[in-house]
């Protein structure tokens, strides 16, 4: 049993808090009872509801009003307040009339009352009967009015102590001892909303376009506000439309009536659904993101701002049919030439039914199947239930769908999946319909008048919820006399006795003593499964993979590993091309993971190469179209692959296929960690069963053909969620205690997966984690999880690292908050215990430390294997006085989209993706290669257009379709509709594809029209000579020593301040220009060796960028303060202690460092990188500025490098242990050297600056600092 009403309340105009000028407050006269009940608090700011218009003061007596506000409090409990408001003439103001009156006899009549004061009874409760607080607070006034011979505190006690069943369908009779008799009838399930009639209303006032859209908008969480003039039908429209959402439940805002005083909530930046009154539209109108719905013009408005998703077809369509033929039944007959007669509509309550009966249905197909993708975390002691949203989406062929998106990503849906994604529970009308009756709908879509007969069964059985007892008793509630309010002498409402109200209250809860509770049990059972998912489009869809393809790929895999390479490399391309569709990528994680049964899970290299590029070429198509099946299928076969790379060193499958964005994305990796758990919580119980000897075949349920299906996750739980009652205390714990001991054991093995997959190779990669968005963490998630045990633990990560490398520093952290991050929120959301999780993250370092370290012997080892034997690269044809500017960089052409070139549906040979070099020449950009496909033969594909013809040429991140990786690529378009389209290989490094387009926009956009190739036809063009490409899986710092290297053959260069190309007589001359001010001596001259060289020419591939050094202005800032210049000349009269070198043009020996550098004379370029490796980031002593005057020098530097504790043991236990340290002698040399040298010059310095403050030290201690 439940209360009727918790709390009576008296509110009348306050005099003594005027608000301002018309206006005033209300205030709490009298409340019953004068206590809060302990399970009910008194809601706070009743006064501003009772008048949500503004407490004003009238000169009229005006009709009573009622209507009903919903307040929620802090627990988001909703009370229903009835407000009933009356006027009484205002005594205190009466006095001040008579005497304004002049010139008048005073007779001894009473005069009428001219101003009147709004006053309330508002009564408070839980439960949601407005007609029945309408009649109590009724009965209330007319004793009032009336003057019946009844006592006010009588009434108010009834009232108060008043108990109701719960839900459940059974009735009350009851009555306030009025003389009354009322009569108060449960719904059947308390789950189902109870509308009345507001639904019918809504579609009355709105129609049916328009509800359609602010049921989408409240469903993908806008804002939408209701205006009227009647404060009950802004309570019935908003009730109306949370209503259209069962199953669904609000869960933001709810606010029917909304006071003046509180009209900024409007601004919140949540959404909500709230009425007003229409005489605040010209405020609400201004809303820029708020869909504002007039109730009483029928109209809606959606600003421009808000992109309103609506429902998916068919659904759409077939929602707007069934409102059509239940709302407007003459609509289809409206043009018969012999009409039948006029079709009555069902009665308002009825009809109301009905159209929620078409939501109902609506969401049945919405949501059909869904029980197929709820994930199973815990059983006990609460069901810990994730919904698999990609899995739903996915096989609901719904994934570009915005609306269905935005619904599964939604609060309300989450509150869904938590009350109705236990499997042992209460069920109610929606669970039969999406269990059972899909298909029925289904077969009805076509057939109207199914389709209405099924409408009107599922409306029978709402009506019957609502009225389970369909012969009432009759009721009987005295009304006011007719036109009562307009009595000239009405006495005001009288105070209220509050002790002897209090006394009877008292009295009769003592009399209800015996009620049962008002909590009603509720009959559970097992929820139906119903049927899987399966796509809301009945449309045929070609099969992309036939049972020939998958042959192909099945004969592609048993070829290797049989070693039958020329087999295997026939069949490869056509099995990579197979890879596309969805088939065969299953077909190939089932076929890998049958081999790795069978113990073959070592390979060769050959095979290890081939596995490689077939598990890549699946993963590059992985996302939310594939549910993460496939990827989470390969996950546990890239630990069981690999190969020996040396005795102890062995290469796992996971170190090649770490490139694909699918391991950075956090849906990914809690959608397979909850299978996982399920699958582990479904053993646990199944070995349970095993142990306490139970018959295998009670384990399985028998299907009507005699067979056995093994029973689920779901099924086991239901079971156990049945029994749990009968349990004693200890069993309940100990099972407590193995499922969270499931859960952490899973927490720990993922987290060993998560550190394969994102610990790269070679650790100064780290591409994903820096690419993937900071945001990704809470995309996709309806949980609220806190990260301040990942945050901490990384933090401390941070300040204790213990390796010596930088880069290295940088993977390990990234990686660590990673995982971190996912182990605080699936953690939490399991129900892992704080303990476990401390442990998990002090864990976590330590496993990424020590696979970053097993990691460096094998990337070391895997870059001696043999390079992969790639194609010549073919030179091409050049026409007359054409000639090569930049020699050939190897390149994959990829297809362009063009049939005729990929085998298409034009048939053909298999002509792209082909292998080759891409060219530039004075006249074009040209593309020289050989197809790939071995079966195309000996056939050369050769692309070229024009360089004047360039339109467009964009860096890219592209698939290479060979190596199955992600490479650098260039994408060039051209005015003559070419497309060339490139993926760069890997030993063509990035400053050689900057310098290529360096000079594919400088001959595309030449200083001058006759340097263009119709003009310069035939003339010496210098080539570009560009560094040497890296073989593969070379270091950055074995390329920046080939830099070096190269630049020593360069020899001793100079070349002018400027160059300009100047037109004489139709030729093209290079004239050395020398700037005003500037002498001979300033010549700018690259050395490398200590001895100054004399002028030379540079090479054309180190000029372009000696030219755009020269240029800048840090190097005009070197002269202007003497800092030095690039070469020395032996005619200069005064000795020069600095240098400018060049040796960081490249950024090879810093990056964060310019081009030029100014350092000691005496030092050597070639000694500048060892000296570099001593500091962070490179970054060595050199001086960035002079002081005119005094000569002061300013120098800049990065922090010493040191070894943290874990760098000592790996340098201690490695065994190039010998070879380490000598290099870090060597380099400690270079470094005593280089700060010798630099003193010494800057001693010598200040002495020929004649600075005698100067006071030198034997001892010189330099602090760096970090700019």
């Given at each position: ?56 003061l009238s000169r009229e007596r005006k009709q009573p009003t009622f209507f009903v506000v919903v307040l929620t409090d802090i627990d988001s409990d909703r009370h229903y307040c009835s407000c009933l408001t009356f006027y009484e003439a205002e005594i205190n103001l009466q006095g001040t009339k008579k005497e304004e009156i002049e010139g008048e006899e005073v007779s001894g009549l009473i005069q009428p009352a001219e101003v009147f004061a709004p006053k309330s009874l508002v009564l408070v409760s839980r439960l949601d009967y407005p007609e029945i607080f309408r009649a109590c607070l009724g009965l209330i006034y007319t004793v009032y009015v009336d003057s019946l011979s009844v006592s006010l505190e009588s009434l108010i006690a009834n009232l108060c102590a008043c108990l109701v069943p719960a839900a459940g369908g059974s009735q009350k009779l009851f009555s306030l001892g009025a003389g009354d008799r009322q009569l108060i009838q449960t719904p059947l399930h308390d789950s189902l909303p109870v509308t009345g009639t507001s639904v019918a209303l809504l579609f009355q006032q709105l129609g049916i376009q328009n509800v359609l859209n602010l049921f989408c908008a409240v469903l993908t969480e806008n804002k939408v506000l209701f205006h009227s003039a009647s404060f009950q039908r802004l309570s019935d429209a908003c009730r109306a439309l949370e209503s259209l959402m069962f199953p669904l439940k609000y869960s933001y805002p709810y606010i029917p009536i909304l006071p003046a005083q509180l009209l900024e909530v409007l601004s919140s930046p949540t959404p909500f659904i709230i009425g007003v009154h229409s005489i605040f539209k010209t405020d609400v109108h201004e809303l820029l993101d708020v869909i504002i719905a007039d109730l009483d013009g029928g109209t809606i408005k959606i600003p421009e701002c808000i992109h309103l998703s609506s429902l998916p077809e068919p659904l759409l369509h077939q929602t707007q049919a069934a409102l059509s033929l239940i709302l407007h039944p003459d609509l289809e007959v409206a043009d018969h030439a012999f009409p039948p007669p006029r079709t009555a509509l069902s009665h308002s309550k009825m009809l109301d039914k009905e159209v929620r009966a078409v939501f109902l249905r609506l969401f049945a197909q919405l949501f059909q199947g869904y029980r197929s993708c709820l994930q199973l ?891």
């Amino acid at each position: 049993m439940a209360r009727l009403a918790d709390y009576f309340i008296v509110v009348g105009y306050d005099h003594e808090k005027p608000a301002g000028p018309g206006e005033g407050l209300g205030k709490i006269i009298q409340r019953f009872p004068q206590q809060d009940w302990d399970d009910t608090p008194f809601p706070q700011g009743i006064e501003l509801f009772c008048q949500p218009g503004g407490w004003h003061l009238s000169r009229e007596r005006k009709q009573p009003t009622f209507f009903v506000v919903v307040l929620t409090d802090i627990d988001s409990d909703r009370h229903y307040c009835s407000c009933l408001t009356f006027y009484e003439a205002e005594i205190n103001l009466q006095g001040t009339k008579k005497e304004e009156i002049e010139g008048e006899e005073v007779s001894g009549l009473i005069q009428p009352a001219e101003v009147f004061a709004p006053k309330s009874l508002v009564l408070v409760s839980r439960l949601d009967y407005p007609e029945i607080f309408r009649a109590c607070l009724g009965l209330i006034y007319t004793v009032y009015v009336d003057s019946l011979s009844v006592s006010l505190e009588s009434l108010i006690a009834n009232l108060c102590a008043c108990l109701v069943p719960a839900a459940g369908g059974s009735q009350k009779l009851f009555s306030l001892g009025a003389g009354d008799r009322q009569l108060i009838q449960t719904p059947l399930h308390d789950s189902l909303p109870v509308t009345g009639t507001s639904v019918a209303l809504l579609f009355q006032q709105l129609g049916i376009q328009n509800v359609l859209n602010l049921f989408c908008a409240v469903l993908t969480e806008n804002k939408v506000l209701f205006h009227s003039a009647s404060f009950q039908r802004l309570s019935d429209a908003c009730r109306a439309l949370e209503s259209l959402m069962f199953p669904l439940k609000y869960s933001y805002p709810y606010i029917p009536i909304l006071p003046a005083q509180l009209l900024e909530v409007l601004s919140s930046p949540t959404p909500f659904i709230i009425g007003v009154h229409s005489i605040f539209k010209t405020d609400v109108h201004e809303l820029l993101d708020v869909i504002i719905a007039d109730l009483d013009g029928g109209t809606i408005k959606i600003p421009e701002c808000i992109h309103l998703s609506s429902l998916p077809e068919p659904l759409l369509h077939q929602t707007q049919a069934a409102l059509s033929l239940i709302l407007h039944p003459d609509l289809e007959v409206a043009d018969h030439a012999f009409p039948p007669p006029r079709t009555a509509l069902s009665h308002s309550k009825m009809l109301d039914k009905e159209v929620r009966a078409v939501f109902l249905r609506l969401f049945a197909q919405l949501f059909q199947g869904y029980r197929s993708c709820l994930q199973l975390i815990r059983i006990h002691a609460e069901p810990v239930i994730h919904f698999h949203k990609t899995a739903f989406l996915g096989q609901r062929g719904l994934v570009e769908n915005d609306f269905l998106t935005k619904v599964l990503n939604g609060m309300a849906f989450a509150g869904f999946v938590s009350e109705r994604g236990p499997p042992y529970r209460a069920c109610d009308l929606f669970d039969e319909l999406v269990a059972f009756e899909v298909e029925r709908i289904k077969v009805e879509e076509n057939n109207p008048l199914k389709m209405i007969k099924h409408i009107r069964e599922l409306a029978e059985q709402l009506f019957k919820n609502e009225n389970p007892n369909p012969h009432m008793a009759f009721q009987k509630v005295p009304r006011p006399t007719e036109g009562s309010h307009l009595r000239v002498h009405i006495l005001p409402f009288p105070k209220i006795n509050e002790a002897r109200v209090q006394e009877l209250i008292e009295e009769n809860l003592a009399k209800n003593q015996n009620a049962p509770p008002a909590t009603r049990v509720e009959k559970k059972c097992v929820v139906p499964a119903g049927p899987p998912v399966v796509s809301i489009m009945d449309k045929v869809v070609t099969v992309f993979n036939s049972a020939q393809r998958l042959e192909v790929v099945r004969n592609c895999i048993s070829f290797i590993f049989e070693n039958k390479t020329l087999e295997t490399e026939k069949t490869l391309p056509a099995a990579l091309r197979a890879l596309k569709g969805k088939a065969a990528r299953q077909c190939l994680t089932d076929e890998l993971g049958l081999h790795v049964q069978q113990n073959r899970a070592i390979l060769d290299h050959q095979q290890f190469d081939y596995i490689i590029r077939m598990m890549n070429c699946t993963l590059q198509d992985c996302s939310s179209l594939e549910e993460y099946n496939i990827a989470a299928a390969l996950l546990p076969l890239t630990s069981a692959f690999y190969r020996k790379l040396a005795p102890g060193v062995s290469q796992f499958a996971y170190t090649c296929v770490q490139d694909h964005p699918i391991w950075t994305n956090q849906q990914f990796w809690e959608t397979t960690f909850y299978n996982a758990v399920q699958e582990q919580v479904r053993s646990l119980y199944l070995s349970a069963k095993e142990d306490n000897h139970i018959p295998r075949v009670k384990q399985k349920d028998k299907l009507p053909d005699g067979q056995y299906q093994e029973k689920t996750a779901m099924d086991l739980a239901a079971e156990q969620l049945r029994l749990w009652p009968t349990l004693s205390k200890s069993t309940q714990q100990e099972l407590v205690q193995h499922e969270e001991s499931t859960v952490f054991s899973q927490a720990i093995h993922f987290a060993n997966l998560m550190v394969n997959l994102l610990v790269p190779l070679d650790t100064s990669k780290n591409k994903l984690l820096r690419a993937s968005a900071p945001g990704d963490w809470e995309s996709g998630s309806n949980s609220i999880v806190t990260n301040s045990i990942a945050g901490s633990v990384a933090e401390s990560y941070d300040t204790e690292s213990g390796f010596e490398d930088s880069e290295n520093s940088d993977v390990a952290n990234s990686v660590v908050r990673f995982i971190a991050r996912f182990i605080d929120k699936v953690c939490t959301e399991s129900g892992v215990t704080q303990d476990h999780i401390r442990s998990l993250h002090c864990m976590i370092p330590g496993i990424v430390a020590m696979h970053i370290e097993t990691l460096e012997a094998v990337h070391r080892e895997s870059r001696r294997l043999p390079p992969i034997q790639k194609p010549k690269i073919l030179r091409p044809a050049l026409l007359p006085g054409e000639e090569i500017v930049c020699e050939g960089l190897r390149v994959l052409l990829d297809p362009d989209g063009r049939e005729e070139a990929t085998g298409g549906l034009l048939g053909g040979p298999q002509l792209l993706p082909a292998e080759g070099a891409l060219f530039l020449t004075t006249y074009r950009i040209l593309f020289r290669g050989t197809p790939h496909d071995q079966l195309v033969g000996e056939q050369t594909v050769v692309r070229s257009f024009p360089i004047a013809s360039i339109t467009k040429e964009k860096k890219i991140t592209m698939q290479n379709q060979l190596q199955q990786n992600m490479q650098e690529g260039l994408q060039i378009t051209s005015a003559s509709f070419q497309l060339i389209k490139v993926a760069f290989d890997e030993e063509v490094s990035p400053e050689v594809v900057d310098i290529f387009k360096k000079q594919l926009m400088k001959f595309r956009y030449p200083q001058s029209i006759f340097s263009t190739f119709a003009f310069a036809a035939g003339q010496t063009t210098p080539q570009i000579i560009l560094p040497k490409q890296k073989e593969k899986n070379t270091s950055f710092r074995t390329f920046s020593k080939t830099i070096v290297k190269g630049a020593k053959k360069a020899g001793k260069m100079t070349i002018g301040r400027q160059y300009l190309l100047k037109k004489r007589t139709g030729t093209i001359i290079e004239e050395r220009v020398n700037r005003p001010g500037c002498n001979e001596e300033d010549d700018i001259s690259v050395s490398d060796d200590s001895e100054l060289p004399t002028s030379a020419t540079l090479k054309a591939s180190e000029k372009s960028t000696m030219e755009q050094l020269v240029e800048k202005a840090c190097f005009r800032d070197y002269q202007r303060l003497g800092l030095g210049t690039i070469s020395g000349n032996s005619s200069r009269s005064k000795p020069e202690y600095f240098r400018v070198t060049a040796s960081n043009r490249l950024y090879s020996l810093c990056r964060s460092y310019p081009g030029l550098l100014v350092i000691p004379q005496a030092v050597q370029d070639s000694s500048l990188p060892r000296v570099a490796r001593c500091y962070r980031h490179n970054r060595l002593p050199v001086v960035c500025w002079k002081n005119s005057r005094s000569g002061t020098l300013l120098l800049r530097s990065g922090g010493f490098h040191g070894k943290g504790v874990v760098g000592l043991f790996k340098s201690q236990n490695s065994p190039q242990a010998v070879s380490t340290s000598s290099l870090e002698s060597s380099s400690s040399i270079e470094q005593e050297k280089y700060l010798q040298a630099l003193l010494t010059a800057v001693i010598v310095h200040q002495k020929l600056r004649g600075n005698s403050t100067l006071t030198v030290r034997p001892t010189l201690a330099l602090s760096p600092v970090i700019m």
